[in-house]
């Protein structure tokens, strides 16, 4: 069965970007933690360059993926991903579709009707894999509705200080998680949380 799954990499303490949307504290053990190579794949494929317990858990993690969900945020960031997620189709939930899109040969589509359909669509797209889930403001909808299944965070060795926090807005708090697995990189700590739904 398919579940949805956010995947995201934080400060410890608690943010996924700086003020500027920099991503680059958070994101540098992926670049910088070892030397074992981890293709992205997808229409901007990158090269991963990670300890060998962090390519582990890339590999088991992304193997599980069929689709990715995502806010219009992290979409214009990640300057669309080039028309085709890495993780497979993706879907951006939006008010309004982006000028220039969607694009012939790309595999990103706009869900304007709100985030439970989103995760509908997703789903359906994923046949019988997971979705993975990028954006704090979208992981946050999704927990707030009871819709998220797991969270895998890669928590980076650095403190951040200000900018955009991960676990903001939240209703239903105190929740408890599921006991998390937990995988020893180097520069970051890869936890992977069981999500319980009331």
Do not use: C
């Not at 992926?30 to 190579?37: I, K, L, M, P, R």
């Not at 890339?58 to 085709?84: C, I, K, M, Y």
């Not at 894999?129 to 299944?149: F, M």
Request: charged share 15%; hydrophobic share 45%.
């Amino acid at each position: 069965m398919s579940k949805v799954v956010a995947i995201m990499s934080m400060s410890l303490d608690g943010y996924v970007a700086d003020p500027n949307d920099g991503v680059g504290e958070v994101f540098d053990w992926y670049f910088n933690s070892g030397d074992v190579e981890f293709h992205t794949g997808g229409s901007d494929p990158m090269t991963f360059k990670v300890s060998a317990p962090s390519a582990r858990h890339l590999r088991s993690l992304w193997s599980e993926l069929g689709a990715v969900l995502t806010g219009r945020r992290t979409f214009e960031v990640a300057d669309g991903w080039g028309g085709n997620h890495a993780w497979g189709p993706a879907f951006v939930v939006t008010h309004h579709i982006p000028a220039g899109w969607p694009r012939p040969n790309s595999t990103v589509h706009f869900v304007t009707d709100g985030i439970e359909s989103a995760v509908k669509q997703a789903k359906a797209a994923a046949a019988g894999k997971s979705v993975g889930v990028h954006g704090a403001d979208t992981i946050q909808q999704l927990l707030n509705a009871g819709l998220l299944d797991e969270i895998s965070v890669d928590i980076a060795a650095v403190f951040l200080g200000s900018g955009v926090r991960l676990f903001d807005r939240l209703a239903g708090t105190p929740a408890v998680l599921g006991n998390p697995t937990v995988i020893h990189g180097v520069g970051v700590t890869h936890l992977r949380y069981p999500v319980h739904t009331a």
